[in-house]
């Protein structure tokens, strides 16, 4: 045989040798981790998860201090460290979460951790639930000092409408656009501003997502809150704290913004440049504002939205009702808006009314339906509700009553009647009687003898409005009502009615205490300026003389009501009139000099008479034009006065 033969090793080198050949096959076995209680008690574990066979035989607590897959001590000490590391953050973000979150908002987080599951759930609160996010940095550079901070915390406690500052504008906090946007809400859209849908609005501006709202925009919210300023307490603090006028910055933010919309038509941008034009007129720049009120009806009517009203009108989807209510309210209100800034110049609405219903919430089936004293937030008044209380269906009488006023200022604006002659009368005589049956119809709670609130006082206000546009054209000995009252008597009788019910107003809501409406400015400026041009009579003294005073008692909110007091005197200065004693007082310290009202930029007009038109003779005027500019007489005025 080729080859070496191998022999079996003897019997005791073979048991040997198997022996050494098992042990060193169970070292090979080796565990990485042993659990915490073999370690404790020196015996071998087989590392088995999630409970090792030692420690199930014998009923131990069986616990691994790495986790599966850790090799080592250091990677189980690197996860704790990670884990630590990461709590600390979150308890650190909860502690800034607290510490600048208003009260209110840190109450909510503090009951949230009370029935929360963990740390992570109350984080996820803090951010993305239902507490307004908070910037983690100051915008404007004057939110570090506590004492604003607290006041940003006050007026967000305040507010019954909460919504978040940014994305919408980096001028101010929470606290304070939501202050802003409440008194919007309760003070302006209940009358003046009815174009914004409220629910609309809020609804998107909760999202926080411009670039998908569709009734919210950065420039809308930065022209409300310019628009609200003049009479906010809050931004008075401020002002007095900072020397920021957060009026003038929200203003100039919504011009920078408009600039950058580079004329896209949309609803929030026409509803923003209707207010922008306020704002200017506020300022007393209302002709240098013109053009955001011309912008306005050259995009509303770009948009056509009564098109698109009719095209939505048949659908049954939720989303297009809805969509429908926001056009039909928007187009309404637009036009009692529009009806007020025409008024003040003398000619009808540039946007006629409306040819699609009011289907907006306003208003149920019938105007004789039972109508309700609500709150802000929709619920029946209480006595706990917040000031002031608000009536259903005061934007449908408005709307009744612009209609009205559009056909009154387009008969006088029309060259065919010959104001004074008998069709004149006959046709002025219809207008009144279609008006008085009107009233006559209005149920009690719209009627601020039965329901006194600001709206009814304002609707009232709003029905003289539209009475002194249909007389006031006439020559003030007229008889006009009945055979018996003069056009004299009748407007003295609107201009009493409407002082009467500002003094009411001011005892039940005084502008110290309550934010107001500029709708407030209404009021004693048509009284001062119609009872102007009958000065010579004494019974319209004491009228006119409290319509002054109310204008002064204005010119701490609006700069406008200064250059309206002086152009009333100028006014009766261009009539050869002289301003009662009793009212000589409200003119005195009216501001800047004499000179400084050679170049006002007021475009309000002033009616006609024949020693105004003697006056301005020489001057190249619009024959279009039922008056002068005040602008201009209060420039006439001043030079004449300094030469």
């Not at 922008?276 to 007393?284: E, K, Q, R």
């Not at 002033?606 to 001057?619: N, Y």
Request: proline share 6%; net charge neutral; glycine share 4%.
């Amino acid at each position: 045989m080729s080859g070496k033969s191998t022999s079996p090793p003897p019997e005791g080198v073979s048991n040997a040798l198997q022996r050494r050949q098992s042990i060193s096959s169970s070292r090979r076995v080796t565990v990485a981790v042993a659990c915490e209680e073999c370690r404790r008690r020196k015996t071998k574990c087989n590392g088995q998860r999630p409970q090792c066979t030692n420690c199930s035989k014998n009923h131990y607590s069986c616990v691994y201090q790495f986790d599966q897959g850790e090799r080592s001590r250091v990677a189980a000490l690197k996860r704790k460290y990670d884990a630590a590391d990461l709590e600390l953050s979150q308890l650190k973000d909860l502690y800034e979460q607290l510490k600048r979150r208003p009260k209110l908002d840190a109450d909510d987080i503090l009951a949230h951790i009370r029935s929360s599951e963990g740390l992570e759930s109350v984080l996820r609160f803090a951010k993305k639930g239902n507490v307004l996010p908070v910037s983690p940095s100051s915008p404007s550079g004057f939110w570090t000092d506590l004492e604003l901070e607290n006041l940003d915390a006050e007026a967000l406690n305040s507010s019954p409408i909460k919504v978040p500052a940014r994305p919408w504008t980096e001028i101010a906090n929470n606290g304070l656009v939501s202050s802003l946007m409440s008194a919007f809400f309760i003070w302006d859209e209940t009358f003046y501003f009815r174009f914004v849908d409220r629910e609309s609005f809020v609804e998107d501006m909760l999202q926080q997502d411009p670039e998908r709202a569709r009734f919210c925009s950065p420039l809308l919210v930065n022209a409300i809150c310019a628009n609200r300023c003049f009479t906010s307490p809050y931004v008075r603090r401020i002002k007095r704290h900072t020397g920021i006028d957060l009026g003038a910055k929200f203003f100039d933010e919504a011009k920078r913004l408009f600039e950058l919309e580079y004329g896209r038509a949309s609803l929030p941008t026409v509803q923003a440049l209707g207010m922008l034009f306020v704002v200017s007129s506020h300022f007393g720049m209302d002709r240098a504002g013109s053009i955001y009120r011309c912008s306005a009806i050259e995009m509303l009517k770009r948009l056509g939205l009564e098109g698109r009203y009719r095209r939505l009108a048949s659908s049954t989807q939720p989303t297009d009702q809805r969509e429908c209510q926001v056009i039909s309210k928007a187009l309404w209100g637009y036009l009692v808006y529009e009806s007020f800034c025409a008024y003040m110049y003398l000619q009808p609405s540039l946007l006629p009314p409306p040819r699609i219903p009011r289907c907006f919430v306003d208003i149920t089936t019938s105007f004789s339906d039972q109508q309700t004293t609500i709150d802000i937030l929709g619920n029946a008044f209480s006595a706990e509700s917040p000031q002031p209380p608000l009536v259903s269906g005061v934007f449908n009488a408005a709307c009744d009553l612009s209609v009205l006023l559009y056909e009154s200022m387009q008969y006088n604006t029309s060259e065919l009647n010959e104001i004074g002659s008998g069709d004149d009368l006959t046709k002025r005589k219809e207008l009144y009687t279609k008006l008085t049956r009107w009233r006559d119809g209005v149920p009690s709670s719209l009627r601020e003898d039965a329901n006194f609130t600001p709206s009814t006082c304002y609707l009232t206000i709003y029905m003289n409005e539209v009475a002194l546009s249909i007389i006031r054209p006439l020559d003030p000995e007229t008889f006009f009502h009945d055979g018996i009252l003069r056009v004299r008597d009748l407007s003295l009788r609107y201009c009493k009615l409407d002082t009467l019910l500002m003094a009411q107003y001011l005892k039940r809501w005084p502008l110290g205490e309550y934010e107001y409406s500029c709708m407030f400015l209404c009021a004693p400026y048509n009284t001062s300026l119609t009872l102007a041009y009958l000065l010579d009579d004494s019974k319209t003294h004491a009228t006119f003389a409290q319509a002054c005073f109310m204008l002064r008692m204005l010119m701490k909110d609006f700069p406008v009501a200064r250059f309206l007091l002086q152009g009333i005197q100028a006014l009766a200065w261009g009539l050869s009139l002289q301003l009662p004693v009793e009212a000589l007082s409200f003119f005195n310290n009216l501001g800047p000099s004499k000179e400084s009202l050679l170049d006002v930029p007021m475009g309000y007009i002033v009616p006609q008479h024949t020693e105004l038109a003697e006056l301005f003779a020489d001057d190249d005027r619009d024959p279009a034009l039922l008056g002068n500019e005040l602008g201009q007489l209060l420039s006439r005025w001043s030079s004449m006065s300094i030469t």
